[in-house]
T-cell receptor, first 110, second 111 residues
Framework: EDQVTQSPEALRLQEGESSSLNCSYTVSGLRGLFWYRQDPGKGPEFLFTLYSAGEEKEKERLKATLTKKESFLHITAPKPEDSATYLCAVQYNQGGKLIFGQGTELSVKP | EPEVTQTPSHQVTQMGQEVILRCVPI?????FYWYRQILGQKVEFLVSFYNNEISEKSEIFDDQFSVERPDGSNFTLKIRSTKLEDSAMYFCASSPNAREDFGPGTRLTVL
């Protein structure tokens, strides 16, 4: 049973066209929800950790939000360099494993 | 900014051979992990390591796999007898607590 589901699987945007990526999770007892960026052939690059419903974090053109059942990664006025796969992961306990979704592949065209 | 490093970047081996993948975690981190990603699939947890012992392992991490922290800085993953299905990117990660920092990965190709 999938515990972390990301949608859409792929998203194509024009430069400057804002949008949102979704991560829904079915588990209870969540300690933290993590967002990562992954470029082809590279390791995941940490973006955010969210701990409680209502929490928001921002970094440049990215803003992550969390509810009790899902998280959104909002991308405002994206640039081609934002093209990557965005991964969501959940963690149950301190120092525990991350359970990843399958990712959303974002492509931003100039 | 400190980074997790991994060597080699690419390892090609014959089925049945032993491989050792090496990682240098960030020095003041407490938790260490190995994950793998088969091409086109999710990142999957293999094993976590804390206080010089395995704290959790997945069902993938069977008797063919082992981990060591031999000298207080390096963290290794050994696969004793590789199979074709072990071909994947292997990522090491370390964590101080609130985030996990991943290395660049080792691409393992089993022929």
């Amino acid at each position: 049973e999938d515990q972390v589901t990301q949608s859409p699987e792929a998203l194509r945007l024009q430069e400057g066209e804002s949008s949102s990526l979704n991560c829904s999770y079915t588990v209870s007892g969540l300690r933290g929800l993590f967002w990562y960026r992954q470029d082809p052939g590279k390791g995941p690059e940490f973006l955010f950790t969210l701990y409680s419903a209502g929490e928001e974090k921002e970094k440049e053109r990215l803003k992550a939000t969390l509810t009790k059942k899902e998280s959104f990664l909002h991308i405002t006025a994206p640039k081609p360099e934002d093209s990557a796969t965005y991964l969501c992961a959940v963690q149950y306990n301190q120092g525990g494993k991350l359970i990843f979704g399958q990712g959303t592949e974002l492509s931003v065209k100039p | 900014e400190p980074e997790v490093t991994q060597t080699p970047s690419h390892q090609v081996t014959q089925m049945g051979q032993e491989v050792i993948l090496r990682c240098v975690p960030i020095s003041n981190h407490l938790y260490f992990y190995w994950y793998r990603q088969i091409l086109g699939q999710k990142v999957e947890f293999l094993v976590s390591f804390y206080n010089n012992e395995i704290s959790e392992k997945s069902e993938i991490f069977d008797d063919q796999f082992s981990v060591e922290r031999p000298d207080g800085s390096n963290f290794t993953l050994k696969i004793r007898s590789t199979k074709l299905e072990d071909s994947a990117m292997y990522f090491c990660a370390s964590s101080p607590n609130a985030r996990e920092d991943f290395g660049p990965g080792t691409r393992l190709t089993v022929l």
